[in-house]
Every structure is written in structure tokens, then in C-alpha cells.
């Protein structure tokens, strides 16, 4: 009778919660829970499956009264709080949950509950991985080199087709910029040419070292193999001491080089990080042959420097930028575009004055009123890189004569430290000479034109002066309709260092017989200046006024040659002040400009051919 008393308060209490609705769910039901996938990176989607079958009988759950699933993140911080799974059919109930763009690395745990209409029910458990953004997380740490691509892929698959279409793997892409074909693909890999190694033809062995590839031409397609996919190369730009240790290998691949350790090879596939300046910089400041040779403002220095008046905004002592801070990526394409080049990946342009880049200056926000008024038609770059070549670059490239240059060859060159830039009107569009067409003469300079730079002192306000490096080269052309001829630049720098030879295998390369006529002729070309920008507040670390203008003691400007560029009088001075007063002495640029433009507010058509209606003048 003691025991019977002991067990009343239960079973009255059992009997209240079954008179309130209350009942107690048998664990009848099995919960498998399942993720498409082992790993994700931060902003990925995981899609959580949980399979429910009977215990008894193994016969799949298709009529619930409830199925939700619970999240948590490496810390036990709960992120999905008993959601609501879709119920797909044949027992599988679904979830899809976007991690978060800076969700933690490490383990995350799930939990899903499947009760069905009869109170039955179950609980499955289930886990992720979320890899460190841009990489180098937990899941990481097992990978082996001989999974290599396609351990990256698993993961990543996405971003292997994002990298498949973007211009650093195709090397060509829309040009909407060139006024030449514009509606074209173009690119290295198929019809640009320019005046370093003209173009790619012939040559892939010593072009493709830069390619961001494993060693095989990039096909153009939508739907591209796994073969395909798994050319493209992570780690050139996911890991810097790959990169700088990567090679051309004796079957065609690049890759480490040959005898390499297993457990640097290891290292290589599990230590990975966003793009570091070194990584960008082994092939962008060696282009051309050698560190500085082309671009003229991009050199090995910028790696490592700490030097503000070399480079104020990658110098570690101050900016310490990586390259992507302006040349930003979206689904692996890039932002920016020069004056030579033809491909345009990303739509949008890299801008000094933005509000997350100096935006003070995004409506002119300079001290001096003057500097404000100029930077409508001028750009940023032209007072703020007043010289180029801080690490000697090639001003000059003469094909006709080869030097021995380690086991292979190079043409002659000559180069140049601390320039003058070249000033020119830019419109931001370019008529690029593309392989095949006629070459255009310019009487002025004497050479065939590889850029044409479009714009002029007329215009709108995307018309500016911007600063130039100029090189002229001396190479083929076919004389037969005065095509450039792409000669075959693994002749001349790996066999034979012959000029013939090259030109002759170059003929045969572009389809024509290789016993036509050719001549060698001279070639420009303009480059447009974005980096080594200094300090602005140190000495020389910006152009002055009479850098470019009459000095107030008299004397012409030494950097530009503004008469030249569109800025001569339409007139005599005794005929242009006439039209207000009688013939006056010119006082000088400081002076007169300031009366006449500051003070009176006239429109630079009143002495000019030209007119500046943002400025608010007065017309003739």
C-alpha cells in the first residue's frame, strides 16, 4: 500500500497533463541529417537534407506534424532556432542556410526533429566545416598535393567557374573601350599585339609562365569539362611562395619545380590567403622580360618597399595596400583598365576620389581654389606622379639585333630612370591596333601607331590630360597592305636569337607565305601611369603651377607643352584683346589668367578654341 501511495501524485499528474493536450512523443523515428557538402567558405549555401524512416519497418515519414532544424556556429551560438524544414517527399525534409559573409571557421553542428502526426519522433544530428574567408581554414589542414585542383574544386565550385570566364585565366574578354572592333572578344590570346613580345603566336611555352592556368591554352565555352576547370591554378594567386616558385615543367604543365619536398607540396594546397602584392606583382612587374621593363610604373619594389616617396600607397611604412584595395574583384573579375590595353573585365573603373578613397577630394576639397577649377580636365595622376621609371623601364626595343640574355636571347633595348611623363588628352577609349589590320602612320612622330589615344582639349569633362609613358619599338611589318607581323618570339628567345628566322615563322604563324616582303619599321606606343604616386606633402612630390604654366617671372612651363596640346591662342594677342580693349603687354600666365578667368569670369573661348561651360563663364 506504501508503493501505491508513492505512485498517485504521478499518475494524477499524468492524467492532468493528458486532460490539458499534453502527450508524450515515442522515439519511433530515425533521422539521418546530411549537407551537400563536407566544407564551405563564408557566403555559401548549405543545403541541410534529414532522410526519416520508421525504426519499425524502415518505411520513409511523409505526413508530419513538425520538422525543424536547429543551427549552431563553432562557438554553441544558436543561428537557426527551430526552423521550419520543406517537406520533399519519400521522407527527405530540407533546408537551405546562407552562412554569413564572415561567418566563423570550425565546426558547426546540426540538429533536425521529425514528429509525425501520430506524436511519433525522431532526432537527427548532422555537421559542417566553414573555411576561414578567403581561405586557410580548419578544412584546410588534410589537404594532400596529389588532390590538387580538384580538392579545391570540391569546395569551391562556383568560384572555379566565376575564375573559368574572368579575363586573368581567358586572357580576352569584351573591349567595349576600343574603338576598334569594339564589339569583339580581344586579347593577348588571340589579336592583340603590342610593342614588347607582339603577341602570343607561336609562343605559349614562355607567354603562358604568367597565365593563370596549369599549363594548357584556356578554352572559350560555357559549359566547360572538368578537365577544363581543372587547368585553372588557385594557387598563383592563393599562396605567394607558389607562385614565386612556380615553373614551366619539361611535359608542358607549370607547377613547383621537379624534386620539390612532399611536405612543401602539402603545404602549398593547405596554407592558402587572399592575393598577396608578391603574387600579383611576379608577373605584372616582370612582364615584358624583366622587373620594370613595361609598365614603367610597376616594379618588384612595391612588394617590400617601406619608402612613401616610392609608392605612398603600397609602401608598408604607410598605405601598405594590397593590389585589390583598388583593382577590386567581383566573382573573379577585376576593376581597372589602362590605355593599351584592350580587355576590360569588370565594367567599373578604379577611382582616386571615392568615399571610401580620399573623400575629400570627391568634389575637389583641395586647399588652393586653382588646383579645384583643374580637376575637371586633369587627372589625379597628372600632378601626382610627376616623374616615372624609379626603377629603370624600357624606352626603346630594337628587334633587329638579339643579345644572349642567360641560355636564350632578348632584342636590343634601351631604358630609362626618373622620365618626364608624356602629357595627352584621354578620353578613356583607345583605338588599339589589333593583329591582321593595317598599320596607320603618324607623320608627327614618324612611328605606326600600336595606341591611339582618343580625346582632345574639346569635350566633355571625360576628356583630361593624363601622363604617359611612351616607348617605340622596331619590329616586322608584312609590306604587302602594311600589317605588323607577330614574329614568332620562341624562335628569336629560345632557339636562335635570329631576326629572319622569327619574322619568317611569324608569316607562316598569321597564314601567309613566308617568302612575302617585310620590312622593319618603328612602332609606338602610349602607357598610361596609375602607381609610384609620393607623398604629396614632400619635396617634388606633386607638380607645381609653373611646372606647366608660365612662370610669374616669365618663361614657359617644363612639363607640358600646353600650346601644343590645344591650349594656343585662336588669334594674335593684339586681335583677341581688341575685343574688349585696346592692345595690352601680357603679364603672364598668373596674372592674366587670374583677371581675365577668375575675376571677370570669361569662357576660355574668348582667347581659346576651345570652351569650358561647367566653369559657368560668359560666351562671346
Not at 580581344?186 to 602570343?200: E, H, L, R, S, V
Not at 595606341?451 to 593624363?466: A, F, H, R, S
Not at 616586322?476 to 620562341?490: C, H, Y
Amino acid at each position: 500500500m506504501k508503493k501505491a501511495y508513492r505512485l498517485l501524485p504521478l499518475l494524477v499528474i499524468g492524467m492532468l497533463l493528458a486532460s490539458a493536450g499534453v502527450a508524450f512523443a515515442a522515439v519511433t523515428i530515425n533521422v539521418t541529417t546530411t549537407t551537400d557538402k563536407a566544407s564551405y567558405a563564408p557566403g555559401e549555401v548549405v543545403a541541410v537534407n534529414a532522410l526519416a524512416k520508421y525504426i519499425s519497418g524502415g518505411a520513409p515519414v511523409t505526413t508530419v506534424k513538425s520538422a525543424t532544424i536547429t543551427i549552431k556556429n563553432p562557438s554553441g551560438t544558436t543561428v537557426v532556432n527551430g526552423a521550419t524544414m520543406t517537406n520533399a517527399g519519400s521522407g527527405n525534409f530540407k533546408y537551405n542556410y546562407t552562412t554569413a559573409s564572415n561567418a566563423p571557421a570550425g565546426n558547426w553542428t546540426i540538429s533536425a526533429v521529425i514528429t509525425d502526426t501520430k506524436r511519433g519522433t525522431g532526432t537527427g544530428a548532422g555537421a559542417f566545416a566553414v573555411a576561414t574567408g578567403g581561405g586557410g581554414g580548419t578544412t584546410h589542414s588534410a589537404l594532400l598535393w596529389s588532390g590538387y585542383p580538384s580538392n579545391c574544386r570540391g569546395c569551391h565550385a562556383s568560384q572555379f567557374s566565376a575564375m573559368y570566364g574572368a579575363l586573368h585565366y581567358q586572357w580576352q574578354s569584351a573591349a567595349p573601350d576600343n574603338t576598334n572592333k569594339p564589339g569583339t572578344q580581344q586579347g593577348k590570346m588571340t589579336n592583340a599585339m603590342n610593342a614588347y613580345c607582339i603577341n602570343i603566336l607561336g609562343n605559349w611555352t614562355t607567354c603562358g609562365k604568367c597565365h593563370t592556368g596549369r599549363g594548357a591554352l584556356p578554352v572559350v565555352t560555357g559549359s566547360p569539362t572538368t578537365t577544363q576547370l581543372d587547368n585553372i591554378d588557385c594557387l598563383v594567386c592563393h599562396n605567394e611562395a607558389y607562385q614565386l616558385a612556380r615553373v614551366r615543367l619539361t611535359d608542358g604543365t607549370m607547377g613547383p619545380p621537379a624534386g620539390t619536398a612532399q611536405a612543401t607540396l602539402d603545404g602549398y594546397v593547405r596554407n592558402i590567403a587572399k592575393p598577396t602584392r608578391a603574387n600579383c606583382l611576379k608577373c605584372h612587374a616582370y612582364a615584358g622580360g624583366g622587373d620594370a621593363v613595361k609598365r614603367g610604373d610597376i616594379s618588384a619594389v612595391q612588394g617590400t618597399t617601406s619608402d612613401g616617396n616610392f609608392d605612398v600607397h603600397m609602401a608598408t611604412s604607410r598605405g601598405n595596400l594590397k593590389c585589390q584595395a583598388c583593382h577590386a574583384f567581383v566573382n573573379h573579375k577585376v576593376t581597372g583598365k589602362g590605355s593599351d590595353l584592350e580587355s576590360t573585365d569588370a565594367a567599373s573603373e578604379v577611382k582616386c576620389a571615392t568615399t571610401l578613397c580620399h573623400p575629400t577630394r570627391v568634389n575637389g576639397g583641395h586647399a588652393t581654389t586653382a588646383i579645384n577649377s583643374h580637376i575637371a580636365h586633369v587627372a589625379c595622376q597628372t600632378c601626382h606622379i610627376p616623374v616615372y621609371g624609379k626603377v629603370a623601364t624600357e624606352v626603346s626595343r630594337d628587334w633587329r639585333t638579339s643579345v644572349v640574355n642567360g641560355t636564350g636571347w632578348k632584342p636590343e633595348e634601351v631604358k630609362g630612370s626618373n622620365l618626364t611623363p608624356t602629357y595627352k588628352w584621354w578620353n578613356r577609349k583607345t583605338f588599339n591596333y589589333l593583329k591582321g589590320d593595317a598599320a596607320t602612320l603618324n607623320a608627327t612622330t614618324g612611328a605606326y601607331e600600336m595606341e591611339k589615344l582618343q580625346g582632345g582639349v574639346t569635350g566633355d569633362t571625360t576628356n583630361k590630360i593624363y601622363p604617359f609613358k611612351y616607348k617605340v619599338a622596331y619590329q616586322p611589318m608584312r609590306t604587302t597592305g602594311s600589317i605588323l607581323v607577330a614574329l614568332d618570339t620562341n624562335e628569336y628567345l629560345n632557339v636562335s636569337g635570329g631576326y629572319a628566322a622569327a619574322v619568317t615563322k611569324g608569316m607562316f604563324n598569321m597564314g601567309f607565305a613566308t617568302t612575302d616582303p617585310y620590312t622593319t619599321v618603328k612602332t609606338d606606343t602610349y602607357q598610361l601611369l596609375n602607381h609610384t604616386i609620393p607623398d604629396a606633402q614632400s619635396t617634388g612630390g606633386t607638380l607645381v603651377c609653373a611646372s606647366c604654366h608660365e612662370a610669374s617671372t616669365g618663361g614657359a612651363g617644363t612639363k607640358m607643352a600646353l600650346k601644343t596640346m590645344g591650349y594656343a591662342m585662336k588669334a594674335p594677342l593684339a586681335t583677341i584683346c581688341t575685343q574688349c580693349h585696346g592692345s595690352r603687354n601680357w603679364k603672364g600666365y598668373a596674372s592674366g589668367h587670374s583677371g581675365h578667368v577668375t575675376s571677370r569670369k570669361f569662357d576660355c573661348s574668348w582667347c581659346h578654341n576651345f570652351s569650358r561651360p561647367e566653369r559657368g563663364g560668359t560666351l562671346p
